[in-house]
């Protein structure tokens, strides 16, 4: 099993310096599951990372409100009809 410590050990041999850690000492998140996220030592956290973690690590519900899902399932630009050319 992988430790929080082996982890550490590896970013400051590979990554540069200046690359930000956010807790002291250091989590290394393997997973989450709706509002948990876990550790690589199998600890569980309440995630409050205020909706960066969940899109990056895929852990949002799957049960998501209805409204929420469809508003985030349409285009993000208007439909090449209804454009109109010069």
């Not at 956010?22 to 393997?30: N, Q, W």
């Not at 600890?43 to 799957?62: K, M």
């Amino acid at each position: 099993m992988t430790t929080n410590a082996e982890l550490l050990e590896r970013h400051r041999a590979v990554l540069p310096n200046w690359l930000a850690l956010y807790y002291d000492p250091p989590i290394s998140f393997d997973r989450g599951q709706g509002r948990h996220v876990y550790d690589v030592e199998g600890n569980r956290y309440l995630d409050f990372f205020g909706g960066i973690s969940p899109p990056a690590s895929a852990t949002t519900s799957r049960r998501s409100p209805r409204p929420f899902r469809s508003r985030h399932l349409r285009p993000s630009t208007p439909p090449r009809s209804t454009c109109r050319g010069a």
